[in-house]
């Protein structure tokens, strides 16, 4: 099958969240030096303001998966656009350091709600072919979005704004934001959920017009797996026979963070500066690790389906635990600091080639249609927990030793490799009610 105009249309708008979602969480980094002095920040407090959103991210995956259930995920996207837009203005125009956190939660409850819509909208509409590719757009622009973060930041501070400087990197959000709300009036619904709420000429409807060959047979399987799924276990999640998808999509969840993947996003400036780098210098290496894991994500997009996701992980446990000791080891020694830029791309070039590109394909995948959205939301708020805790705690731990954080996320990617060879199944190739199949007759 060929993707046709409604499909990738669609695809690319619902993945437009993926884009705010990378700005959002990466545009922190060039602000840190600023709002330490100008709130007095400890590093205690620092890392309460860059967790702030994500206080705000975790409660966002936690219950998007009840209005994606009610209202369908489109719609649902549509008020998570309006959050980001209000979240970039109200800190651009913040009045004290409260009013900052109360609007960085506001940002990060549209951020936690779109990790959990966004991927789910386009598995639900993409075929089994071209599903890792198609939900793996959703990373490309979260990845975008960090490049242009880091760009954005560049050039702001190229720009010499002063004391609004800070204001001007966290509130130019808002302008994607609001384009993105206005492109998601022109897609369609999920055709799985409105074959839940029992609308089937709608759901007939998008299967045409998003390309699906044979698309009498497509909803005829997908009623048949939701209304045995509804019928046997009352859409509850939390029961034996999902044992295995609530282990693979919280687990997957959890070790994304503990590579430090975010840490690292949120704080790269600061360890920039750690290592010697002036401003203008961090913010210009951040680019070039923005760059990279844009590039390294397209790669990993190019092959998934083919390559498979479960081999990326792998592939991706080796390189970022190797590159996470070399940053140790310049912060053990105070040693070979013209090393730092080549071990932070050669981490981000692994990370963005495996679980950079598989997390919310793999979450969106491993869970039956009866309960997908609560599993999304499960997956995705084991993730945002994590992030909060490490974004949190980074500071603190970095204080006393630059090394120690690295040589621990070190560690847990070496935790992951094993988990992932013993534990994870491969779901290229096969379609939403196959892998359901799959994944249940592990029980």
């Not at 029992?198 to 759901?203: G, I, P, Q, T, V």
């Amino acid at each position: 099958m060929k993707i046709n105009a409604t499909l990738l249309k669609s695809t690319v708008i619902a993945a437009l969240g993926g884009l705010l979602f990378g700005f959002d969480t990466a545009v922190i980094a060039g602000t840190t030096e600023a709002l330490t002095q100008l709130y007095h920040l400890t590093p205690s407090l620092l890392g309460v303001t860059v967790s702030s959103a994500l206080v705000g991210t975790i409660l966002g995956a936690m219950l998007a998966g009840y209005p994606g259930e009610r209202y369908g995920r489109r719609d649902s996207l549509r008020f998570m656009a309006i959050l980001y837009v209000i979240s970039a203005l109200g800190c651009a125009f913040a009045w004290n350091w409260e009013s900052l956190l109360v609007f960085r939660f506001v940002g990060g409850l549209g951020i936690g709600g779109s990790s959990v819509l966004g991927p789910m909208y386009i598995a639900e509409i993409a075929p089994a072919e071209w599903r890792g590719r198609l939900v793996g757009v959703f990373q490309f622009n979260v990845v975008f979005g960090i490049l242009l973060a880091y760009f954005s930041n560049y050039v702001i501070t190229l720009l010499r704004f002063g004391a609004a400087e800070w204001r001007w990197e966290l509130g130019i959000a808002a302008l994607p934001a609001a384009i993105f709300l206005l492109l998601l009036f022109a897609i369609p619904r999920s055709p799985r959920w409105l074959v839940k709420k029992k609308r089937m000429e709608e759901a007939r409807t998008v299967l045409r017009i998003t390309g699906v060959t044979n698309y009498e047979q497509e909803l005829q399987e997908i009623a048949e797996s939701i209304y045995a799924e509804r019928s046997s276990t009352e859409e509850k999640l939390f029961t034996r026979q999902y044992a295995v998808p609530i282990f693979l999509a919280v687990s997957i969840g959890l070790f994304n963070q503990l590579s430090g993947i975010n840490a690292i996003l949120y704080y790269l400036n600061s360890i920039f500066a750690h290592a010697g780098f002036d401003k203008v210098s961090g913010n210009l290496q951040a680019v070039a690790v923005g760059a990279t894991n844009l590039l390294f994500t397209m790669i990993a997009m190019s092959v998934i389906d083919k390559i498979g996701r479960k081999t990326l992980l792998l592939i991706g446990s080796v390189g970022t635990a190797i590159c996470l000791a070399g940053v140790s080891y310049i912060f053990f020694t105070g040693s070979h600091q013209g090393y730092l830029l080549v071990l932070l791309v050669g981490y981000i070039a692994f990370f963005g080639f495996s679980q950079g590109a598989v997390i919310w394909v793999y979450i969106a995948e491993v869970f039956p249609n009866a309960v997908r959205a609560k599993g999304q939301s499960l997956g995705s708020l084991s993730h945002w927990l994590m992030n909060a805790l490490i974004s949190w705690t980074f500071p603190l731990m970095a204080q006393k030793s630059g090394a120690y954080p690295f040589v621990f996320f070190s560690v847990m990617m070496v935790v992951q490799f094993v988990v992932v060879l013993m534990a994870y199944p491969e779901t290229k190739g096969l379609s939403l009610e196959e892998m359901q199949k799959k994944i249940m007759a592990k029980n």
